[in-house]
C-alpha cells in the first residue's frame, strides 16, 4: 500500500506534467503600532498547476462556469495565482487531505 506523501508526489508530478510552473502570491498586511502604519509583505510559492473550466447550474437554472486551478501548494482566498502570463485572484479554495494529510489543492479563480 501506497503512502500519502508518496501518493501527493505521485499527484503532484502529473499535475507538472498536465500543466505547468506557477507562482502563488500571498500578501499579509501588519499594523505597526509604533509607527501606525500598516505594512504589507508579499510570499512567492512557487507551485505547478493545472487549470480547467467547471460548469453548473446556478438557482435559477442558468448554465455557470468557473475557472478551476489544481495545484500542487494551497493557495487561499485573495491569493493570486500567476499562471502562463495571467494573474488571476483566487475566490474559493478546498484542501483534499485524507487521512488528514493535504495532498491536493483546489482553487476557483477570478480574473
Known amino acids: ?3 500519502w506523501s508518496a501518493k501527493r508526489a505521485q499527484i503532484a ?3 507538472a506534467a ?9 500578501t499579509t498586511s501588519v499594523y505597526d503600532k509604533h509607527t501606525d502604519k500598516t505594512v504589507e509583505t508579499s510570499t512567492a510559492i ?3 498547476a493545472f ?6 447550474k446556478d438557482e435559477q437554472g ?6 478551476i ?4 501548494e494551497e493557495a487561499k482566498s485573495e491569493d493570486k495565482v500567476i499562471f502562463g502570463g495571467q494573474t488571476y485572484t483566487v475566490g474559493k479554495s ?3 487531505a485524507p487521512a488528514g494529510v493535504p495532498i491536493l489543492f483546489s482553487a476557483v479563480l477570478n480574473t
Do not use: D, Q, W
Not at 62 to 67: E, G
Open 13 to 15: 508530478a502529473k499535475i
Open 62 to 67: 442558468r448554465l455557470i462556469s468557473h475557472l
Open 69 to 72: 486551478a489544481t495545484l500542487t
Open 46 to 48: 512557487p507551485c505547478f
Open 18 to 26: 498536465k500543466g505547468g510552473p506557477a507562482t502563488i502570491m500571498r
Open 51 to 56: 487549470l480547467g473550466n467547471e460548469e453548473a
Open 1 to 3: 500500500m501506497i503512502g
Open 94 to 96: 478546498v484542501v483534499i
